[in-house]
């Protein structure tokens, strides 16, 4: 079956660190990737994972386990704008997308 | 880049009525097409993919059915709306570098 696990939801302090974890179970698997949606707004491309390791882009860094199954999205220097949902998601074949229910991340002063 | 567009951004609609949603593509030829769902405080639902003009997967049984008309224009449309089909839709564009963007989306509620 197909399973993608995040925290529902996670709460953390401007300037700080925090780390949104996600777990999965697919069919198959071509890629991870996480988004940014803010309310009601569509999801915005964050990072892509294909190969193990981590990706870093600018105060955003994502970690790809493939053996185990995990992945995390790494925010620094956090942002009052970086409260939005995170949203982690496997790739399939054909391109298809399989979404875990995404994470809240609310970032207090 | 590519350029998603969809309309309308808000529509309201009677239970029964028939439903059209219209995606188009800009800047990219022979993408994968796909459209998706999320109901309020849900994550986003696969309902269909395209990987060219006439060829429609569908990924969850539903009253909703999709059409590819041209490259670059994907439609989703219904007979016969029925509350549980509320929510807010998403189109997507996969390219072959391994990004896959959204458009702007359509928020329906259905009452």
């Known amino acids: 079956g197909q399973n993608i696990d995040q925290p529902t939801e996670m709460t953390a302090t401007e300037g700080a660190i925090v780390q949104i974890n996600c777990t999965y179970q697919?069919?198959?698997?071509?890629?991870l990737f996480w988004y940014q949606q803010h309310a009601g707004e569509a999801p915005t491309f964050l990072s892509y994972?294909?190969?193990?390791g981590l990706e870093e882009k600018g105060r955003f860094s994502s970690f790809l386990s493939r053996s185990k199954g995990y992945s995390y999205l790494l925010l620094k220097e956090l942002q009052m704008k970086d409260s939005a949902s995170y949203l982690c998601?496997?790739?399939?074949?054909?391109?298809?997308?399989?979404f875990g229910q995404g994470t809240e991340l609310s970032v207090k002063p | 880049s590519q350029t998603i567009h969809q309309w309308p951004a808000t529509l309201v609609q009677p239970v029964g009525s028939p439903l059209s949603l219209e995606c188009t593509v800009e800047?990219?030829?022979?993408?994968?097409l796909y459209w998706y769902r999320q109901a309020a405080g849900r994550g986003l639902q696969l309902l269909f993919y395209s990987v060219g003009i006439g060829q429609i997967s569908s990924e969850v049984p539903q009253n909703l059915s999709a059409s590819r008309p041209q490259d670059r224009q994907f439609i989703l449309s219904s007979k016969k709306l029925l509350l549980s089909d509320s929510g807010f839709y998403l189109c997507a564009c996969f390219e072959t570098v391994g990004t896959q963007y959204f458009g702007p989306g359509t928020r329906l509620l259905v009452l």
């Open positions: 998601a496997v790739r399939e074949g054909g391109g298809k997308l399989i």
């Open positions: 800047g990219t030829s022979n993408p994968n």
């Open positions: 697919t069919s198959g698997f071509n890629g």
């Open positions: 994972n294909v190969l193990d």
